[in-house]
């Protein structure tokens, strides 16, 4: 495999190639390694995720990293972290970034992977998640398959927005982050993206402090999300007074782990 390319997958660390050059491993004591690879500016490479139908392509990337259990081997690799730029140059007008980051979510919608509305927000959906996002600083992720519009596009890079997915027991967040300095839709920007992708288990594992908690979270992951639920039907009833429309189609994720040991 040549040097500008990786292929990268969650679980079993062999199945995850970052070529050659440029690759480390960072062993920490704890027993937690991070697996690194590195492109230099001149040269940014491509990183392939594999997950059977669910797989997909970021090109344009400066680095890539994973987070794994040396402890667990089961477990292996929970999280992925690509950080990646829609440009080659050093500049791009704000429509195209837009336009790029969106191309790529229509490949991840294609390939099968859904938004993911985290479970104590609000299910809106469109262009409602766009002043949702505005009220909240930012603390709400956007639809994917709403495209704003170039001044919508400016007024969300004051808060570092954010669009969430889920497939098959995977979870995904997208972030962009520009230069502010150069938020002008007259002139070029300076964007890059942000693409971490974790287990099932790293995801709800997160919904706890405590490590001893975050260890059994499969027992207690159901009364926390019902808790959460209710937190969504209450904020939910207060914004329909106010005009939103609820999303009443979304459905959320199932739990994987949950099903095995039913």
């Known amino acids: 495999m040549a040097d500008n390319t990786a ?6 660390p062999r199945l995850s190639h970052l070529g050659t050059a440029g ?13 690194q690879h590195d492109w230099p500016f001149d040269q940014l490479g491509t990183v392939r995720y594999a997950q059977g139908r669910y797989s997909f392509e970021v090109p344009l990337v400066s680095q890539v990293m994973g987070t794994y259990d040396r402890d667990d081997a089961e477990r292996g690799v929970y999280a992925w972290s690509i950080t990646a730029f829609p440009m080659a140059g050093e500049t791009i007008p704000h429509a195209l970034a837009r336009d790029r980051l969106f191309r790529l979510f229509e490949r991840l919608l294609k390939a099968g992977w859904r938004r993911y509305v985290d479970v104590g927000d609000p299910r809106l959906s469109g262009g409602q998640t766009m002043r ?17 519009s170039l001044d919508e596009w400016m007024q969300l890079n004051k808060h570092l927005p954010y669009w969430q997915f889920w497939a098959d027991g995977s979870y995904m967040v997208v972030r962009v982050i520009d230069e502010p300095s150069l938020r002008n839709p007259a002139r070029p920007g300076v964007y890059m993206f ?45 914004l329909q007074k106010r005009g939103y429309v609820i999303d009443t189609s ?9 099903r095995e040991r039913s």
């Open 132 to 148: 949702y996002f505005s009220e909240q600083s930012g603390n709400y992720s956007l639809d994917p398959s709403y495209v704003p």
């Open 250 to 258: 979304y459905q959320d994720p199932p739990i994987l782990a949950l």
């Open 23 to 35: 690759t480390s491993i960072d062993r920490q004591p704890v027993g937690i390694d991070f697996l």
């Open 194 to 238: 942000d693409v971490n992708i974790e287990s099932e288990s790293a995801n709800f594992q997160a919904y706890f402090r405590k490590v001893a908690d975050m260890n059994r979270w499969e027992q207690l992951v159901p009364a926390e999300l019902q808790r959460m639920q209710e937190l969504r039907a209450a904020d939910e009833a207060a």
């Open 7 to 12: 292929t990268i997958a969650l679980g079993d």
